[in-house]
């Protein structure tokens, strides 16, 4: 997939997000769930696992279990039962390995695919705990529209360092313009959870230039997928310790 492409997708997958925030939790939490299964499709061949059904099949089954735990936890911190998702993840990367062996070879790269995947779909999830949070609607539309601008800009020009430059200036600028926008939200949080959304952004795209590119639609989809999910975290640990 082109950088330009997955940059689109990143961007569209950033807007969802803010709009899922606006209308509420329940819709938020769709949006994550589509995109975590979309995810779990092509991470296995983007990260080149031996048994990539098995592998999608359990970020499948372990990001619902987090985005389920993240909806149901009634009292803050909203994200102490998602680890449960996380460490079934993890053993039952390892567990597959025993029933469904990878190729010879490959099965450390299966398992680290694999976990690696866990914690994006699980990152994925704290964008409904941040939705859950003081100043919850504001600051997911603020980390998603940060999000939809930094891809943008991260492919604005031919030159990668200068792109990733531009793109965390226009991040943080968004994140700081929402943040004074949005009654609740003070200003300097909102520059702080644009600049960690535009810092992510441009992280994994650097990383996905580096990298062959991936045959096919589903592991370019992952691709342009996983700095969104993994966006989540961010915001949520940056909403808690600048908002409150």
Do not use: N
């Given at each position: ?77 909203h ?8 460490a ?15 190729s ?42 940060a ?5 943008i ?20 600028a ?16 909102g520059a ?37 999910l ?15």
């Amino acid at each position: 997939m082109l950088p330009t492409t997955r940059a689109t997708i990143s961007a569209a997958a950033a807007a969802l997000i803010a709009v899922g925030g606006f209308l509420g939790t329940r819709y938020l939490a769709v949006v994550v769930l589509t995109m975590i299964v979309a995810l779990a499709l092509g991470w296995p061949a983007l990260l080149r696992a031996s048994r990539r059904r098995a592998a999608s099949v359990i970020l499948m089954g372990g990001g619902t279990l987090a985005v389920v735990a993240v909806v149901l936890g009634r009292t803050a911190p909203h994200l102490r039962h998602m680890v449960v998702a996380v460490a079934l993840m993890a053993i039952a990367a390892l567990v597959s390995e025993v029933f469904l062996p990878s190729s010879r070879g490959r099965a450390v790269t299966s398992v680290a695919a694999t976990c690696a995947g866990a914690i994006v779909v699980s990152a994925g999830a704290a964008w409904v705990a941040a939705s859950r949070t003081h100043g919850a609607e504001d600051l997911v539309v603020t980390g998603g529209a940060a999000l939809a601008v930094s891809a943008i800009a991260s492919v604005s020009t031919r030159r990668p360092q200068l792109s990733s430059g531009i793109a965390l200036v226009l991040g943080t600028a968004t994140g700081l313009a929402t943040g004074a926008l949005f009654p609740e939200l003070p200003w300097y949080a909102g520059a702080g959870v644009g600049l960690l959304c535009a810092v992510i952004v441009t992280l994994l795209q650097e990383l996905m230039r580096r990298e062959p590119r991936a045959k096919g639609w589903l592991p370019g989809m992952s691709s342009a997928l996983a700095p969104v999910l993994s966006a989540g975290v961010l915001v949520y640990v940056g909403g808690r310790l600048l908002v409150g």
